[in-house]
């Protein structure tokens, strides 16, 4: 079974996806743990109800970068991942991380490629639809090789386009609809690649 390793912050509705495509057997992979550096994350919740072990790593101010992600990779070391999933992961990984797995580590990102890198991606690409500069945004997933942020190789992308008079919320929740189905997808044809 392909082991995956899934880092989150927050609400976890990725991982959620991810948890459900590999009970009913759509994702032939399993959750091996599920890693937040906020204990606050909903997404340890989920993680705790499908029975996974779940690792908290908070960022200590008094730590450096580099020595957090020293400490980030030896906790996913422990479990032996095939792959590690960024799924509303919020923290930049530097090589100290990356370096430990490489060509490994995919991450989701709900912007298209080459457009709106970090964060609010979603709330920055409706304000410029609403300026009239464009009329889709969009989902990826990629590699992460290195440090660069929301750049790596493309694994999958889909396009969403704006709909009249939608609202923020509206739009974002078709936005995340697309995030669950191309993560679930992106992993499965790393995993038939491989
Ligand atoms: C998603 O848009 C994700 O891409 C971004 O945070 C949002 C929430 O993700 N990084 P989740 O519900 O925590 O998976």
Redesign the pocket.
């Known amino acids: 079974m392909t082991r995956l390793v899934v880092l989150?912050?927050?609400?976890?509705?990725?991982?959620q996806a991810i948890l459900d495509a590999a009970k009913s057997g759509v994702l032939p992979a399993g959750v091996v743990a599920v890693v937040s550096n906020r204990a606050d994350a909903f997404?340890l919740t989920r993680a705790e109800s499908a029975g996974i072990p779940t690792e908290i790593v908070p960022a200590d101010k008094f730590q450096g970068r580099h020595e957090y992600d020293a400490v980030l990779a030896e906790t996913v070391a422990r479990y032996q991942p095939d792959y590690i999933i960024l799924?509303?992961?919020?923290r930049i990984l530097t090589m100290q991380f990356l370096g430990r797995f490489p060509g490994r580590v995919i991450n989701?990102?709900?912007a298209l490629p080459g457009t709106f890198p970090g964060i609010h991606a979603?709330e920055r690409a409706y304000k410029c639809w609403q300026e009239g500069e464009l009329d889709k945004s969009g989902v990826m997933v990629h590699l992460v090789p290195d440090e660069g942020v929301d750049v790596g190789p493309v694994l999958a992308k889909e396009e969403v386009y704006f709909k009249k008079g939608e609202s923020l919320t509206d739009f974002e929740a078709r936005?995340?609809e697309v995030?669950h189905r191309l993560l679930v997808n992106a992993i499965k044809q790393v995993i038939r690649d491989r």
């Open positions: 989150i912050s927050g609400s976890g509705s990725n991982l997404g799924a509303g992961w919020m989701l990102h709900p979603i936005v995340h995030e």
